[in-house]
């Protein structure tokens, strides 16, 4: 499904989820050169976002406890999640600064003056500018306006409780893996390196230990081996006590194992190369490794022994399983692929993966890197007739076709996120290239409805799809996102999962406290939502669970998101309300259960200071960490939700040692909070108290108080709302219209039922409405809106249909060929299947679902065989025909064929390649009731039709083994009138030009003029053609009852054909295609150019000639009214096309095919007389020009 993408917050919390062995990654460029920040990461550190050629998205199941170390790409610096300390570092030569981060944030990097005068201590970073609190120096230029709504800053210098540690030895390291073991616990480990980015391989490395919480270090390369360079530290995620150290490849292939936190090792050698490790969620001594040669191996003894699962397994495509959908806990989800180069997804367990203990719970292939398997959910995509289409397992039942609305058309789709059975989705649309649509599903995963449009998208540094889209930590059902309009990016915010959105109400004053002039829509708070990779750019936003009203990030005010003149904003109440707290970039760390702020400045200058918020980012203290200024490579913090230690890590100059400054922030704080310490804060949507169906009301200390909070307490109070249409979104097939209400969609038909639904049983009948998932509300409007059970009446069969599994209409010969049998309805439970395979075999089965794994045959000859499906059940019957050819496979084909044609009138069926030279072809044509083929080594038969009604034409064309089949419908009648239809242009946005679309914009547009006119449906026919700009035929039929009686005459089409006529002219024929867009319904007139110049210049010649054609022109008027005198002679019309036709496959209805100029599959000579016959009746076109179309027009009781 596309390139694996996450974006905002579900990147952060894949950071959080990726990172369940306690690794973080940071880096700065290399010592020896190279252009890449970080060098290239072990593929055990590929996260999910990783760049895939194709295949599903998806945002890193919290099953899949992936092994650290993570790569860059991963984590924000600043934002560590609880449980997850640890942290990788690089840093640059020869400067001593971040280079590469001054870079990337568009600083400009410093002199060699001022790199000297840094490291004397004299580069610290300026205060902010703000309203000066506590005899603090106001900076020329500021003034104090409102002390209430400016954020104020404290400048006197109050220093924390920390000190330094250096790694002394390791200079020359330019990289730096930290690991911080978990709560309760006072063990660090780091592991440095030397990376030569000339050689691309490491070349040193220490091991180093602290037990003191980060103040003394002990280096451990004796206890290692002097000489074992180690390239990656991994930590179960289950038990951070158990350490797994991996040696350099180049060197030796060992694997080194602490169970006691690093403190002693045991070294175990492999006969593989690892490049992936993935822990089990649950097991902490099970381990699957993905080796470079794509073998997956497991280990049930923490790596000690090894036993390999499989061959050619696809990177980054296997799994543990998921607990309460599989009831296996070591079994193994993974993709392989074949030697001929498909994918299969098998299942298999770890001690037991032998050939005959696999299973493929997908029949067939799937497109390659598709497997996902995240909670309760697989899914797996396949592409077929070049349209790719999405499979969905919900706990581990069969697969189901994912449903998005119908023209939706995805071309790429990321499965964001799986929370609360539920599937978030970004899907980019056909006429999309840089936004994607934000889709949410239904608890099992299939039906779909759009939850925001056009949401902005980037490529990350690894070429993977980033969304701008983040959930709020701690609020269920908060999201930003950042949407795209008229090329303009803003920020939405939404508090019910999508259902409604609005814009972010700026700060009503600026840092000082001016005043904001910002009026919505026109203007507003727009914020960065991708979370970097890199700590010095921009783009940072961060919430915590514990602090569920607090969000801080980066962006600015105005018409949209902009890059430059980047603030630090946060809100305090859940987004309602935001304040702008510093001018230039920072990073901001959550302490003591999110009560205290703490923000360090983005720069490449040195640093001894950073700011202290008691107050939730009103007011601003500022404090040393250090006596002398640091170049900061990044800060970790301490295990748990209370993090009241932090470790910063950087250096003094780039002569000097790795430092490492602990900071303890226990000092701060006067005492353990008690009762009286805290405040209720109620959450609320711009006022409105009820969010997902429940009051909710948290428990806030005071901000006065600079107390400890310890233990988080959560929400005081819950308390459930009554339902109301708000807890309500539309169901799959309906849009919302601007009165609220939700309608079906033009597409959709609400009447049809499941063809699960079985006489006797119950189906759901939706009204329309379906409650957001994971909302509280109770009674209300819940019964009115809950869809209502419903007895299913009896159907009898009908849309059936037999199709190939893979959608081919060939098979080999001795080998299996599924069959597909579809029904659209009908009893599945108490229908009569029996299917012949046309080589003198035939099957039955007692209902339909006997056959939902397919049916397997195999031909023993080669030819073509006709399968027939006949379908029984006691309200009636179906058949089904499908054609197959057996060892010759095959490419396009198009039929170029009249809609409608007049009785005994000679028919021309051409078929058109694509391309046209192919070598030899035979072509097969089935039409009318004829039970054997006509098989011509030409393109073109003709044929006539001897009595009225509806034919259908199949043509198969075959080269070598290559097959295309193409079916059409024709109408015969003995005469019909014709007439070109346009439309209002904003059709054509909103065309994707395939048949599907067509037939039911045919369907509309009929529906539409019966309403109009009056006129029965049984004389319109209308089609709609293909490309641009969108026009269609109409076709007034004549109609004749049962019984043979009542069949109008020419001039009752007349007066029909005038009534119409009539009706579009005033506009009366119009609808609606979605909420806001109306189309009206035109009738294309015909006007004829001036034959000669009218001036008073004009020769002779020319005005004989003039007189000459309108002789002409009575002449054929005379012979007409004659001719309509003349018994048994029809006036009729036949299609006309647009001037070039396009290719369409009958497998795949791909519509990315050339066009093939009309004029170019024509005789002159018939062009000629195609053209002599083109008459003009009324404002009816009565063309006689045989042209084709692409699909099938939609007919009603014609």
């Known amino acids: 499904m596309g390139k694996v993408g996450a974006g905002g917050g579900f990147q952060a919390r894949l950071s959080a989820l990726l990172a369940g062995a306690g690794l973080l990654v940071l880096c700065v460029p290399g010592v020896f050169g190279g ?83 840094a490291e004397r201590g004299e580069g610290a970073s300026r205060s902010p500018r703000g309203v000066l609190r506590d005899g603090g120096q106001q900076e020329p230029g500021t003034r104090e306006r409102d002390p209430d709504k400016a954020t104020s800053f404290r400048m006197e210098e109050l220093r924390l ?44 490395s220490s091991l180093w230990r602290s037990t003191d919480y980060g103040t003394t270090y002990e280096k451990l390369n004796d206890k290692v081996g002097l000489k074992t360079i180690l390239s990656y530290l991994y930590v179960c995620p289950t038990n951070k006590r158990k350490i797994m150290l991996l040696t350099d490849p180049e060197i030796e292939s060992s694997l080194l194992i602490s169970s006691d936190e690093g403190a ?108 996902i398997v995240q909670d309760h959910y697989v899914f797996v995509q396949l592409t077929s007739g070049g349209r790719p289409h999405y499979y969905v397992s919900y706990r581990r039942n069969a697969f189901a076709q994912m449903k998005l609305p119908k023209y939706a058309l995805p071309k790429d789709m990321h499965v964001i996120s799986t929370d609360e ?142 890059d430059t003149d980047i603030s630090m904003f946060v809100s305090s109440d859940a987004g309602n309300t935001w304040r702008q ?40 203290s500022k404090y040393s960490f250090t006596s002398i200024p640091l170049f900061v490579d990044g800060v970790l913090g301490e295990p748990g939700e ?84 708000a807890d309500f979104d539309c169901d799959y097939g309906y849009e919302r219209h601007s009165n609220g209400q939700c309608l079906p969609a033009f597409w959709f038909n609400p009447s049809s039922l499941s063809k699960d639904c079985s006489l006797g049983q119950s189906y759901l009948n939706s009204t329309g409405y379906r409650k957001v998932v994971s909302n509280n509300c109770t009674d209300g409007v819940r019964e009115q809106y809950t869809a209502k059970p419903q007895k299913c009446p009896g159907k009898a069969p009908r849309g059936l249909r037999i199709v190939t599994a893979d959608g081919k209409l060939t098979a080999e010969q001795g080998h299996n060929v599924t069959l597909m049998v579809q029904l659209e309805e009908g009893d599945v439970q108490r229908t009569l299947i029996q299917v012949d395979f046309g080589d003198g075999i035939a099957v039955s089965y007692v209902n339909l679902s006997s056959t939902e794994d397919g049916i397997k045959h195999v031909y023993q000859n080669v030819g073509i065989f006709r399968v027939t499906v006949q379908v029984d059940n006691s309200l009636g019957s179906d058949s089904a025909v499908l054609y197959l050819h057996v060892t010759c496979p095959l490419e396009h084909v198009h039929l170029s064929l009249p809609f409608v044609t007049t009785k005994n009138k000679e028919v021309n069926a051409t078929a058109v390649l694509w391309p046209s030279q192919v070598g030899t072809l035979t072509y097969v044509w089935w039409y009318g009731n004829n039970t054997e083929p006509l098989i011509t080594l030409e393109g073109s038969i003709s044929f006539r039709f001897t009595s009225e009604g509806m034919n259908t034409i199949t043509v198969q064309v075959s080269a070598g083994n290559a097959i295309l089949q193409d079916t059409k419908t024709i109408a015969v009648y003995e005469e019909f009138r014709s ?43 209308v089609a709609v053609l293909p490309g641009l700009p969108t026009t269609a035929e109409l076709f007034v039929l004549p109609y004749q009852d049962p019984a043979g009686e009542n069949k109008r005459s020419a001039d009752d089409l007349e007066q029909i054909s005038e009534l119409l006529i009539h009706k579009l002219n005033q506009n009366s024929v119009h609808f609606e295609l979605k909420p806001g867009v109306r189309v009206f319904v035109h009738a294309a007139h015909l006007t004829a150019a001036p034959l000669v110049d009218l001036t008073p210049t004009h020769s002779g010649s020319a005005m004989l000639m003039l007189l000459s054609v309108v002789f002409v022109g ?32 009958p497998v795949s209805h791909s519509e990315s095919r050339p066009n093939v100029p009309q004029t170019e599959l024509r005789r002159p000579g018939q062009l000629i007389d195609e053209k002599v016959e083109s008459q003009l009746i009324g404002s009816i076109s009565i063309v006689a020009e045989n042209q084709s179309t692409k699909e099938i027009p939609t007919y009603v009781n014609v």
Request: aromatic share 10%; charged share 20%.
């Open 35 to 117: 252009g890449s920040c970080c060098p290239p990461p072990h593929p055990s550190s590929a996260p999910r976002s990783a760049s895939t050629p194709r295949g599903f998205s998806h945002q890193g199941p919290p099953g899949r406890a992936p092994a650290t170390p993570l790569p860059l790409v991963v984590r924000p610096l600043f934002s560590v999640a609880p449980g997850d300390r640890a942290l990788s570092l690089e840093r640059a030569r020869g400067t001593g600064a971040s280079v590469a981060v001054a870079a990337r944030s568009g600083r400009r990097r410093r002199s060699g003056a001022d790199q000297e005068k």
């Open 161 to 204: 409780t920390s000190t330094t540690f250096a790694l002394t030895g390791d200079s020359a390291h330019n990289q730096a893996m930290v690991h911080w073991s978990g709560h309760n616990s006072s063990v660090i480990l780091i592991l440095t390196k030397l990376y030569d980015y000339n050689l691309g391989s490491i070349t040193e």
């Open 264 to 371: 002693t090792y045991q070294k175990y050698r492999l006969n593989f190369y690892i490049q992936s490790l993935l822990f089990h969620p649950k097991q902490e001594d099970w381990i699957l490794a993905y080796s470079q040669d794509q073998k997956l191996y497991s280990s049930a003894e923490f790596g000690r022994r090894w036993q390999l699962i499989q061959e050619g397994v696809v990177p980054n495509r296997f799994y543990w399983s998921v607990m309460g959908s599989n009831k296996e806990p070591d079994l193994v989800h993974l993709e392989a692929r074949t030697v001929d180069g498909h994918s299969h997804y098998l299942t298999c367990r770890m001690q037991n993966c032998t050939e005959a203990n696999r299973n493929q719970p997908f029949p067939g292939y799937i497109d390659p890197d598709s497997l």
């Open 421 to 562: 059975n539920q599937v978030f989705a970004a899907v980019q649309e056909w006429n999309q290239n840089d936004t994607y649509n934000l889709y949410i599903s239904d608890t099992r995963g299939v039906y779909f409805t759009l939850a925001l449009e056009n949401v902005q998208s980037s490529r990350g540094p690894e070429g993977n799809i980033m969304i701008d889209l983040y959930e709020v930590a701690g609020i269920k059902g908060m999201f930003l996102a950042n949407k795209k309009i008229d090329n303009q990016v803003k920020t939405f915010i939404t508090y019910n999962k999508g259902r409604d959105w609005r814009l972010l109400q700026a700060p009503d004053t600026d840092l000082r406290g001016d005043p904001v002039h910002c009026l919505l829509p026109y203007c507003s708070l727009h914020l960065h939502l991708k979370v970097s990779e890199n700590p010095y750019t921009s783009g940072i936003i961060a919430s915590k669970d514990t602090a569920p009203s607090i969000i801080v990030a980066s962006g600015n005010i105005g018409s949209e998101l902009s």
């Open 581 to 620: 707290i510093f001018e230039e970039e920072h990073s901001v760390l959550y302490l003591d259960q999110g009560g205290v702020l703490v923000a360090m400045k983005h720069t490449s200058l040195p640093i001894r200071h950073l700011w202290l918020s008691f107050d939730e980012g009103r007011s601003w």
């Open 642 to 725: 209370e993090t009241l230690i932090m470790t910063v890590f950087g250096h003094f100059s780039h002569r000097s040692e790795w430092q490492l400054v602990k900071v303890d922030y226990k000092s701060i704080f006067d005492r353990r909070c008690a009762e009286e310490d805290y405040r209720p804060w109620q959450l609320h949507s711009q006022g409105e108290a009820c969010i997902m169906g429940a009051k909710r009301i948290y428990k806030k200390r005071k901000s006065e108080r600079k107390c400890m909070q310890g233990k988080y307490a959560g929400a005081m109070e819950s308390e459930p709302c009554v339902c109301t249409e």
């Open 979 to 1021: 007439l070109r239809l346009s439309f209002s242009p904003n059709l054509d946005d909103y065309n994707p030009d395939i048949p599907e679309w067509r037939r039911d914009i045919g369907r509309v547009i009929k529906k539409s003029l019966v309403e109009a006119t009056g006129v029965p449906g049984q004389h319109i026919l």
């Open 1114 to 1145: 009575l002449a054929v008027f005379v012979i007409y009214k004659f001719k309509r005198k003349i018994p048994g002679i029809n006036v009729y019309a036949q299609m006309q096309n647009e001037k070039e036709q396009e290719m369409i496959s």
